[in-house]
């Protein structure tokens, strides 16, 4: 039912292409920036998840606040 539905809708076909081309420039777009990246950025964010103590340590109650 839904595929006759579709198909009946006259140019429907470029949703279809405009989908690819976002999700296409989407990716391409993560690639650059991930290769423009500063290396130390980079190696900081692969840290992060294992260094619980300075993070745990380093805040406090007041820095969760709402203002």
Do not use: C, Q
């Amino acid at each position: 039912m839904i595929s006759n539905t579709l198909s009946a809708i006259e140019g429907v076909s470029i949703y279809a292409v405009i989908g690819l081309l976002l999700f296409f420039a989407l990716f391409i777009s993560m690639i650059v920036w991930t290769f423009k990246k500063d290396r130390s950025y980079i190696a900081k964010m692969e840290s992060l998840p294992l260094d619980n103590e300075s993070d745990i340590n380093n805040h406090s109650e007041s820095d969760y606040e709402v203002k």
